[in-house]
């Protein structure tokens, strides 16, 4: 299973971009997607995912950024209003194939990642 990630750029604060994340290989059960992010010096960190028809966010970025995904599943988008300055980070996308009990938020319980797109925010 691979997954691109794509989208990333340079925008400023208050600004949008929709990231993209298309799976293409051999198929796999998916039973979530989702979206990470890590900036310099920090952990990765969940952002947002998909499960169904559950949406999942991380507080900072609830209200701004939307997780959807198109209807034969392959390509799960996240669109980012408001950016700020702190969202600037390398963005992950990554498949969950393993069915799973409560909010997949954590690294561990995905299986296969997408190599990142960054995203670069000027105040």
């Known amino acids: 299973v691979q997954l691109q990630a794509s989208g990333g750029g340079l925008v400023q604060a208050g600004g949008s971009l929709r990231l993209s994340c298309v799976r293409s290989?051999?198929?796999?059960?998916?039973?979530?997607m989702g979206w990470f992010r890590q900036a310099p010096g920090k952990e990765r960190e969940f952002v947002a995912g998909?499960?169904?028809?559950?949406?999942y966010y991380a507080d900072s970025v609830k209200g701004r950024f939307t997780i959807f995904r198109d209807n034969a599943g392959n390509t799960v988008y996240l669109q980012m209003n408001s950016l700020k300055f702190e969202d600037t980070a390398v963005y992950y996308c990554?498949?969950?194939?393993?069915?799973?009990?409560?909010?997949?938020?954590?690294?561990?319980?995905?299986?296969?990642w997408g190599q990142g797109t960054l995203v670069t925010v000027s105040s």
């Open positions: 290989g051999r198929t796999v059960e998916t039973y979530f």
């Open positions: 990554a498949l969950g194939s393993k069915p799973m009990i409560g909010v997949p938020n954590i690294t561990v319980v995905y299986d296969y």
């Open positions: 998909i499960r169904w028809r559950e949406q």
